[in-house]
């Protein structure tokens, strides 16, 4: 008696690209956080983050097809406070609405602002290297009422409200405007420890005078005192998590002036001739100082 086989051929879903059968591939979204934190648009050859310039990149990181996870690359020595907390809420409430967990990776520097961005993940981890901290609030500027005394100029400064013009850098530093600024720093000071220790929650170890001073730890440490959870490369991280996982970085639209290489957001004004002369050498003055406090800023944590 002659027995036959007969192949039964797969399903056409298992046969089809998974684009074809409305099945996604998965995918882990990287957002690169590089940069000093400011507002506005940022200069010629410089990175900067604001609320603005990221979230392009972070609404597509988040409603990516097949997104298994966010990785937030950091690599910042911080900046605004405000910007700060405007980019950590926003990560937080779309890993809430798409119900996707976030991981940060410390690279060179994760401090001030930047750890700010890294409290924003669900886990922090860092290489053995990184920078990771700096939980605290700087403030700096020049004192300059001597400079214009050695130029002869003769400075006029009219204001409505005794305390308009605190801190003055062409007016002689008062006390009490100082002891304002310190209240200021405090509060805020107060506002960065209750994020991070409402993010860190039980991972921390010790007390806000030993975590909360202002210093960075380099990564073990920074895992020991609960800063991160552990250390490791991005790559390897995600490669031993998410096996099946395609890896794609989410970048954010480059505006006109960032495409053309100009100056900060005024693109335009030089494309049409609006800045010459006079106005030209104030935009470059600018890029120049905007330039020089960006480079004090990483040269802090010596980068």
């Known amino acids: 008696m002659t027995s036959w086989s007969v192949a039964v051929p797969k399903p056409l879903s298992d046969r089809l ?16 956080l590089h940069g000093v934190i400011a507002a506005g648009a940022a200069g010629l050859g410089r990175q900067q983050l604001n609320a603005d310039n990221v979230e392009a990149a972070l609404k597509r990181a988040f409603t990516a097809d097949g997104v298994q996870a966010v990785a937030l690359a950091i690599n910042s020595p911080g900046g605004s406070p405000t910007q ?10 779309l890993a809430a609405e798409h119900d996707v967990p976030v991981l940060a990776f410390c690279e060179d520097v994760a ?11 669900d886990e922090i981890i860092t290489t053995p290297t990184s920078m990771v901290g700096s939980i605290g609030v700087v403030s700096a500027g020049f004192g300059m009422e001597g400079l214009i005394d ?23 530093e008062k006390e009490e405007d100082v002891q304002w600024l310190l209240s200021m720093q405090a509060d805020i000071h107060r506002e960065f ?13 010790g007390t806000d005078d030993e975590l909360f001073t ?21 790559r390897e991280v995600l490669a031993e998590r998410y096996p099946r996982a395609t890896v794609r970085t989410m970048h954010a639209k480059k505006s006109l002036a960032a495409r053309l290489g100009l100056p900060g957001g005024g693109a335009e004004a030089v494309l049409g001739g609006a800045l010459s002369g006079a ?6 003055a600018g890029e120049l100082v905007g330039a020089v406090e960006q480079r004090a800023a990483w040269a802090r944590f010596g980068l």
């Not at 106005?279 to 470059?284: D, E, I």
């Open 17 to 32: 690209p998974a684009r074809l059968t409305g099945e996604h591939a998965p995918v882990v979204s990287v957002v690169r």
């Open 279 to 284: 106005g030209l050498a104030a935009a470059l």
């Open 84 to 93: 700060s907390q405007l980019i950590g809420s926003r990560i937080r409430q």
């Open 214 to 234: 202002g210093d960075v730890w380099i990564g073990r440490r920074a895992v020991q005192m609960g800063l991160a959870d552990q250390v490791g490369v991005m």
């Open 150 to 172: 050695k130029l002869g100029v003769d400075r006029r400064l009219h204001t409505a409200g005794s305390n308009k013009a605190r801190l003055d850098p062409f007016s002689p």
């Open 111 to 121: 401090a001030s602002g930047g750890y700010w961005l890294a409290c924003a993940a």
């Open 193 to 205: 420890g209750a994020w991070v220790r409402e993010r860190r929650g039980d991972n921390l170890v």
